[in-house]
């Protein structure tokens, strides 16, 4: 009886398999605030891609209805929203949409929040009455912001303590002063975001 031939082993008859792709993990954050406070510039400021961008000029048709106060020689509107994204590797991607400013825009927040980890609010020390509607639309579906109080229109009299006092900002909320146009103060907001979000999720005291 003729010897049977020699099994193959299993590592030589099986094809080797490519590694699976990174399919990298995304986090939607919302740009909030009053009108004409710096959310378009923000998101344009920090994205590593071309913004979207759905600004109009404003027309005599918005007479009486948007509110120009310090921002007279404003000239566009977002209409519907800014996005922009960060990647921040391979494994983490983070989308950001800024919303529009506008009361009559206002109903759109609510398709824009959902699925969004956490937020920015951004405010004017010259108009912070603007930003109370952000920030109550946070505080009210529970999910974590961060502010931003923009500085780029170039002066600022009042103290941090006064402008916390002025928005009633829980203690817990970070705030952070700066210059929304600047790459660096942006990412910043941002890495306090996070840092925000992981010391609620880990039930450690915020400072």
Excluded at 83 to 96: A, D, K, Q, S, W
Excluded at 100 to 126: S, Y
């Amino acid at each position: 009886m003729a010897p049977s031939a020699p099994r193959p082993s299993s590592s030589s008859s099986l094809p080797s398999r490519a590694p699976a792709p990174v399919v990298p993990a995304a986090v939607k954050i919302l740009i909030a605030g009053g009108f004409g406070v710096g959310k378009t510039t923000l998101v344009g400021a920090v994205s590593e891609v071309a913004p979207l961008r759905t600004e109009e000029y404003l027309t005599r048709a918005s007479e009486g209805v948007d509110d120009l106060s310090g921002v007279d020689n404003k000239e566009t509107t977002t209409v519907a929203l800014d996005f922009g994204r960060i990647t921040v590797n391979p494994e983490l991607v983070v989308y950001l949409f800024g919303t529009p400013g506008q009361e009559r825009f206002w109903f759109m927040w609510n398709d824009l929040v959902n699925g969004a980890l956490g937020g920015v609010v951004i405010a004017d020390t010259r108009r912070l009455d603007t930003s109370f509607a952000s920030i109550d639309f946070f505080e009210s579906r529970g999910i974590p912001f961060v502010v931003a109080i923009n500085c780029f229109h170039g002066h600022n009299t009042r103290t941090a303590d006064e402008i916390r006092a002025a928005l009633d900002l829980d203690p817990q909320v970070p705030m952070l002063i700066g210059d929304v146009r600047v790459r660096t103060f942006g990412r910043d907001l941002l890495l306090a975001l996070v840092d925000h979000l992981m010391e609620l999720s880990a039930g450690a005291p915020v400072r």
